[in-house]
C-alpha cells in the first residue's frame, strides 16, 4: 500500500493487507497523535488496510511536526511517555520524576524532612533512583543493603551501592544475610522446601523492619514502581485475596512498638521512566534482573499489564489508582481495635501475632536442615551485626 504522511511530507510503500495498528507500529509512529485516513475517511485502529489502499498518515498535534518537543520548554524531547501524553528533553523529565515522588509524599504524608529515612538499596535501577531523588529534594536517607548470597548478582549488586553511597558520602548500612542468619536465599530455599522468591521476601521485610527499629529510623522506603505495584494488585486480584487487598498502599503506618511505617514513593512512576531516571542522571545500576526470579507470576503479570498498556497508554495507572482510591472503602485496613493484638516474638523480639515469629519460624526449620542445630550463629542475638560503610 502507499503511504504518505505529512510535515515533512515523504511517501513510503507497506506490504499489506494490515490493520491500522500494525501500520503504525511498524512506522513507529505513536497513534495518539496522528489521524489515519483512507479514501477521504477517518479509520480506527482494527480497521484492515488491503495492499493496494492509499492511505494518509496527518500529524494532529499543534507543532507536532518533526520530533517530539519537550511539554515544558519546547526543545527538542529525549522521551515520551504516552501515559501523560507529554515528552520531555532530560532536565525537564528529571523534575517530572521529582513532581510525581513529591506528589506520592504529600498525598500519603509518607514523610517530612525531619524523619529519619531508611531507604532499602538493592542495586536495581528504582531504589537508586529513589536515592538520587531523596537527596536532591533535600531528603536524609541513609541506604539499607542485604546481601542475599545469591552469586555473583549480589556481588555486583552490593557493590553498586556501596559505589553510590560513597559518591555521595551517604551512609549505608551492609547485612550480609549468611553472616548475620546463617543461610542465604538459594540455601534457605533448598533447606526450607519454599521458594526462593518466599524465602527471600520473608526474609529482607523482617530485616528492613529490624534494622530500622535498632537505628532509630522513623521510616523504611522502597522502590516499588507502577509496574510492580499493578502487579501485585492483578494477583490480589485475580485471587481475591482480601487480606492482601486490605494491605496493599502506598503508606503503611507502625501498628505497635517495634514497627516502623513502610513508604513506596515511586507508585506513580513506571519501570521505564526509572530507568531513564537513571540514565539521565548518570546512575549506575544493575540492569540484569535476579537470576531466581525466572518465570515467576509478578513476571507474567506484568507482561500481561505491559500488553494491555500498549493498546490503551495509562490503562496500568487507571488500574491501581483507581484501586487506591476506593481501598479505604471497599477493603479497609483491619488494623485497629479489630485486629488481632500484636506480641514480642519469644525468640528475637520483634512483633507478631504468634508465639514466634514467621521470620524465625523459617529460619529454625532452615537451620535445621543445614546444620542441624536451630540455634545457629546468631539465633539467640538481639543485637544484629551490622556492617556500616559511609
Ligand atoms: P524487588 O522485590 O526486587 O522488586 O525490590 C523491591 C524493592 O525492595 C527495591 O526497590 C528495594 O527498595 C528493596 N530491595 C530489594 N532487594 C533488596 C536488597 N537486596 N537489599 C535492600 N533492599 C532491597
Ligand atoms: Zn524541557
Ligand atoms: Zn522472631
Not at 517530572?96 to 514523610?111: E, L, T
Amino acid at each position: 500500500m502507499r503511504v504518505r504522511r505529512r510535515n515533512p511530507d515523504r511517501v513510503d510503500e507497506v506490504t499489506g493487507p494490515l490493520d491500522v495498528a500494525a501500520l503504525l507500529a511498524h512506522l513507529e509512529v505513536n497513534p495518539t497523535t496522528v489521524l489515519v485516513i483512507l479514501d477521504g475517511n477517518l479509520v480506527t485502529s482494527a480497521t484492515v488496510l488491503s495492499d493496494e489502499a492509499d492511505v494518509e498518515i496527518r500529524p494532529v498535534i499543534s507543532g507536532g511536526a518533526g520530533p517530539s518537543r519537550c511539554h515544558d520548554c519546547r526543545g527538542p524531547a529525549v522521551i515520551e511517555e504516552p501515559r501523560h501524553r507529554s515528552a520531555w528533553c532530560g532536565e525537564h523529565f528529571v523534575d517530572h520524576v521529582h513532581r510525581q515522588i513529591r506528589k506520592a509524599i504529600d498525598h500519603d504524608r509518607m514523610f517530612s524532612y525531619n524523619d529519619r529515612i531508611l531507604l532499602a538499596v538493592s542495586g536495581g535501577k528504582d531504589s537508586l533512583a529513589l536515592w538520587d531523588a531523596l537527596l536532591t529534594m533535600g531528603y536524609g536517607a541513609d541506604g539499607l543493603y542485604i546481601g542475599l548470597g545469591i552469586g555473583g548478582y549480589s556481588k555486583r549488586s552490593g557493590r553498586v551501592c556501596a559505589e553510590f553511597a560513597a559518591k555521595r558520602g551517604v551512609e549505608l548500612i551492609t547485612v550480609d544475610l549468611q553472616e548475620a542468619y546463617g543461610y542465604t536465599t538459594p540455601s534457605g530455599s533448598q533447606a526450607s522446601g519454599r521458594t526462593t522468591c518466599g524465602v527471600c521476601g520473608l526474609s529482607k521485610r523482617y530485616v528492613f523492619n529490624r534494622v530500622a527499629v535498632e537505628g532509630g529510623y522513623d521510616v523504611v522506603v522502597t522502590g516499588h514502581n507502577l509496574d510492580d505495584e499493578a502487579a501485585v494488585l492483578l494477583n490480589n486480584v485475580l485471587h481475591w485475596h482480601e487480606d492482601f487487598l486490605a494491605r496493599q498502599r502506598p503508606l503503611l503506618p507502625a501498628t505497635g512498638p517495634n514497627q516502623v511505617r513502610k513508604a513506596k514513593p515511586l507508585y506513580r512512576l513506571s519501570e521505564r521512566e526509572m530507568a531513564a531516571y537513571c540514565v539521565l542522571r548518570g546512575i549506575d545500576y544493575v540492569v540484569e534482573e535476579c537470576p531466581l526470579v525466572d518465570g515467576n507470576t509478578g513476571q507474567e503479570h506484568k507482561e500481561t499489564l505491559s500488553a494491555l498498556e500498549a493498546g490503551s497508554p495509562g490503562a496500568k495507572a487507571q488500574f491501581l489508582f483507581g484501586f487506591l482510591d476506593r481501598a479505604e472503602q471497599l477493603f479497609p485496613r483491619r488494623d485497629d481495635a479489630t485486629a488481632v493484638a500484636l506480641g514480642e516474638c519469644q525468640t528475637c523480639g520483634m512483633p507478631t501475632t504468634a508465639a514466634v515469629c514467621a521470620f524465625c519460624k523459617q529460619r529454625t526449620r532452615i537451620l535445621v536442615d543445614l546444620q542441624g542445630d536451630p540455634t545457629g550463629p546468631a539465633a539467640a542475638a538481639r543485637q544484629l551485626p551490622i556492617v556500616s560503610t559511609s
